[in-house]
């Protein structure tokens, strides 16, 4: 089974930062790694698939990167409203794990 | 607009069987999705549990495959999960999901402690 890591679990940045969170998989997982996005009391909101391809209404100062097995969800100007817990998932073969997840939050 | 909304006890006895439904609205459930289960403790991370296809194919995470079904009801437009031999570390937010492959849909969560 593929494991799924995140580190670190917490970060605090200010109202413009860039961030980057990174995930990393316990082996190749080509392109299938998918973001979650969790805020307080919510459910997750999907962001992010194939490894770079922002979902539908997503803001463009969210991207992605990576191959093979090392990954990162970066968000170029950070705002009030991304605070919250982004999770990675790996969708190549099952179990579809997902990784421990990063939260972000404001200094 | 596809909808997942889930149901069933909140309280379940430990060694009991927790039983969860998940309505499907707004596509059929016999189409190319993956039909998943997700939990997430209190003020812990997302655990992915399970999927079932509506073929009958499905998957399910090692640590809980020995305690775990998850099954399609093509007639009802829904799909369960059940949790056998269930204990306090079972208690979680329980969310069932879908998509063709990445989880593009999610229902709202449905709360289930157990405790006697």
């Known amino acids: 089974d593929i494991q799924m890591s995140q580190s670190p679990s917490s970060l605090s940045a200010s109202v413009g930062d860039r961030v980057t969170i990174p995930c990393r998989a316990s082996?190749?997982?080509?392109?299938?790694l998918a973001w979650y996005q969790q805020k307080p009391g919510e459910p997750p909101k999907f962001l992010i698939y194939?490894?770079?391809t922002l979902h539908s209404g997503v803001p463009s100062r969210f991207s992605a990167s990576g191959s093979g097995a090392d990954f990162a969800l970066t968000i170029s100007s950070l705002q009030p409203e991304d605070v919250a817990t982004y999770y990675c998932?790996?969708?190549?073969?099952?179990?579809?794990?997902f990784g421990q997840g990063t939260k972000v939050e404001l200094k | 607009q596809v909808q997942l909304q889930e149901s069933g006890p909140g309280l379940v006895k430990p060694s009991g069987t927790l039983s969860l439904t998940c309505a499907v609205s707004?596509?059929?459930?016999?189409?190319?999705?993956?039909w998943t289960w997700v939990r997430q403790p209190p003020g812990k991370g997302l655990e992915w549990i399970g999927e079932?296809?509506?073929?009958?194919?499905?998957n399910y995470s090692p640590s809980l495959m020995s305690r775990v079904t998850i099954s399609v009801d093509k007639s009802k437009n829904q799909f369960s999960l059940r949790l056998s031999s269930v204990t306090a570390a079972d208690t979680a937010m329980y969310y069932c999901?879908?998509?063709?492959?990445?989880?593009?849909?999610w229902g709202q969560g449905t709360m289930v402690i157990v405790s006697s």
């Open positions: 999901a879908t998509g063709y492959d990445v989880l593009d849909i």
């Open positions: 707004g596509t059929s459930i016999g189409n190319s999705n993956w």
């Open positions: 079932a296809y509506h073929n009958g194919i499905t």
């Open positions: 082996r190749g997982i080509s392109n299938y």
């Open positions: 194939a490894t770079f």
């Open positions: 998932q790996q969708y190549n073969t099952a179990p579809r794990m």
